[in-house]
């Protein structure tokens, strides 16, 4: 297993990765129209490389956060790269106060997520020119979304 330094980056810095990994088909422009306001990213580095990037961002109803980006180098997969960004991003999310925290997760990463504590909450489902994939979710707190 190889030591990993999990720090905060830009989303400038996790769009080449981002876009090799997950979306070789649109511009980096293109990768870049899909961040949301408040996103927060982190960077996964091996010997002062970056390997391992995804960062998070509130979508959906109120205390709703979703995981985005997640990407690894190819020869990086399975070394725990990935599950570490997961976990710093997981960490952010709750001490920003959130109650769900959710994603897109590809079908073949399911088991990533899962590790994180995070169940399917979908059946299997196809994004055109990106693949099959689950919604991947995790609930933190009891939301109390309608006092009323």
């Given amino acids: 297993m190889s030591a990993f330094v999990v720090v905060p980056v830009t ?3 996790t769009r080449p990765l981002r876009r090799e990994v997950l979306r070789p ?3 980096l422009e293109e990768v870049a129209a899909g961040e949301g306001e408040g996103a ?3 960077g996964a580095f091996a010997e002062g490389e970056l390997v391992a990037v995804g960062f ?3 979508d959906g109803q ?3 956060w979703r995981i985005r980006g997640m990407a690894t180098v ?3 997969r399975g070394r725990g790269a990935g599950g570490a960004v997961l976990a710093a991003l997981i960490a952010h999310a709750s001490a920003a106060g959130a109650l769900r925290i959710w994603c897109y997760g590809r079908s073949p ?3 990533l997520y ?3 504590g995070m169940r399917a909450a979908s059946e299997e489902f196809d994004l055109p020119q990106i693949g099959p994939h689950f919604v991947m979710e995790l609930a933190l707190r009891e939301a109390v979304r309608d006092a009323t």
């Fill in 62 to 64: 109120p205390g709703d």
């Fill in 11 to 13: 989303l400038e810095q």
């Fill in 25 to 27: 088909h649109q511009s």
């Fill in 74 to 76: 190819a020869a990086m």
């Fill in 40 to 42: 927060f990213a982190v």
């Fill in 56 to 58: 998070v961002v509130p």
């Fill in 114 to 116: 899962e590790r994180a």
């Fill in 109 to 111: 990463a399911r088991s």
